[in-house]
């Protein structure tokens, strides 16, 4: 009988132990974080097939929540301007103040797509607006090549100014006129006037041998005169 009661007080301490213990272990689990008491399954392989699955608690300082994904910028198309000084609108309308201008062949990025205007990114200022869709084209326009001038073809030469043949009658009055203005005195030829103006006759230089010789009618003007009055001209 003494060994019952013994052996009944032993259990009841034991249970009482056991109870205590398993309420303070609850007690430190609440106040630890959520992460340190979520266990994992871990399956291993046993012999004879088949598969053991155990409960495996995260280590210290790790957590159970997923890492945050990096969003990647959404791929945008490039399209290129057409025209000359295309106007980049501050909304889907000509009624839009203007941002800015583009010329020809400018790579911005098509956003999106509203009925006859599309809305772009350029991709040098990274400025936002809008532009008419119609001066908008998915391929690069391409630089009109260079035309080669061949190498046959030379460039036009001037033709030289003709100057208009003189004629011989022309040449003669000239050496005549030339010949009375180099003369110094009034009368050179007959047919002059000297200052009282009376005419020169036999008193002109002309009638009189042995001095001055001036040129005074056609017929003293030699070929040779003629040719050499031309050779200078």
Partial sequence: MRRFLVGAVAAATLIY?????????????????????IVTQEQKPVAGGGTQVSAVAPQQGQTSEPAES?????????????????A??????????????????RPVGLLSV????????????????WIASHLLSSDKPRSEPKRDTPASAEPSREEPIKVPRI??????????????SGYSGSC????????????????????????????????DVSRAMIEAFRARL
């Fill in 17 to 37: 132990w056991l109870g205590s213990f398993g309420a303070e272990r609850a007690a430190i689990n609440e106040t630890r974080p959520h992460s340190e008491i």
């Fill in 70 to 86: 990096v969003d990647s910028e959404t791929a945008i198309t490039t399209v290129f301007v057409r025209g000359k000084r295309v």
């Fill in 88 to 105: 980049l609108r501050e909304g889907p309308g000509k009624e839009f103040a203007i941002l800015d201008r583009y010329d020809a062949g």
């Fill in 114 to 129: 509203d009925g006859e205007w599309s809305r772009i990114k350029d991709n040098l200022t990274r400025r936002e607006g």
């Fill in 167 to 180: 004629s011989d009658a022309v040449i003669i009055q000239r050496i005549i006129a030339e010949s009375i």
């Fill in 188 to 219: 050179p030829c007959p047919e002059n006037r000297d200052r009282a103006g009376r005419r020169c006759g036999r008193r002109s230089a002309y009638s009189k041998p042995g001095g001055a010789a001036p040129i005074c009618y056609p017929a």
